[in-house]
């Protein structure tokens, strides 16, 4: 029998059994929380707050890849040099702002619910795609450009097929780091009444449910920890063909 040595796939499977057996798991939590009087988070399927919490990482997180690369692309052309102080000053607010704050004046606009946690996680999302943008484009040899250039390619072609491609690799890392942000990030979305992985951990604080607490806990970390190999796989095959 062939056994299985790859990690990432260890680790989906330990997820997805924690997703299956945490259900079950009440006599364990029992032992270990006596005092609890419901040791286990039933209210919700951890299968449902799972694909919840992952849609909305990704609604978000393909926003901000949107705006972050666009706007990295924007200021490193000619025509949109002079905003770069600008743009970056922008993306760094959004970064520093708590994303707490943010819900807190998204929620009497907009309402409760998933709409203001987007936001929030664009915002706080956009400045680490927006550096590896910005890092990437600027490690292009001058000299590969010239060469394309040479080749007849306009501006367009240069950076589709030579400049983005070059700097695949880094602007790769920014989305990784922005991925695995708000990830641990879309948990606090439970404050404001969608249904992330955090709703466990929200609950469990407000009720002093330690149990609850460890069960959302567990299943975000799980979660950034597989979507970073995951990355990392993926970065080193675009470093293999950068090369």
Do not use: C
């Not at 943010?102 to 996680?121: D, H, K, R, S, T």
């Amino acid at each position: 029998m062939k056994i299985i040595r790859d990690p990432l796939l260890w680790l989906m499977a330990l997820f997805i059994a924690l997703l299956i057996g945490l259900p079950h798991s009440g006599g364990i939590f029992s032992h270990l929380f006596p005092q609890l009087p419901r040791p286990v988070y039933q209210q919700e399927s951890f299968l449902a707050l799972t694909l919840a919490h992952f849609w909305l990482v990704g609604v978000s997180s393909l926003v901000a890849i949107i705006l972050g690369v666009g706007a990295g692309i924007l200021v490193t052309r000619p025509a949109g040099r002079e905003f770069r102080p600008l743009v970056e000053t922008i993306a760094a607010i959004g970064q520093t702002f708590p994303p707490v704050a943010v819900l807190a004046i998204a929620v009497p606009v907009m309402g409760f619910g998933v709409q203001p946690a987007i936001i929030a996680l664009i915002l706080y999302g956009v400045l680490p795609i927006l550096q590896g943008t910005l890092a990437g484009l600027a490690a292009v040899p001058a000299g590969v450009s010239s060469v394309a250039e040479g080749m007849g390619m306009n501006s367009i072609q240069r950076l589709v097929k030579v400049e983005l491609p070059l700097a695949a690799p880094v602007i790769l890392a920014g989305v990784r780091t922005s991925i695995i942000i708000n990830i641990g990030t879309a948990a606090i979305a439970s404050t404001v009444g969608a249904s992330t992985l955090g709703t466990p951990i929200i609950i469990g604080l407000s009720g002093f449910n330690t149990a609850y607490i460890i069960q959302g806990a567990i299943l975000v970390a799980l979660a950034a920890v597989i979507v970073d190999r995951a990355f990392e796989r993926l970065g080193r095959y675009l470093n293999r063909h950068a090369q």
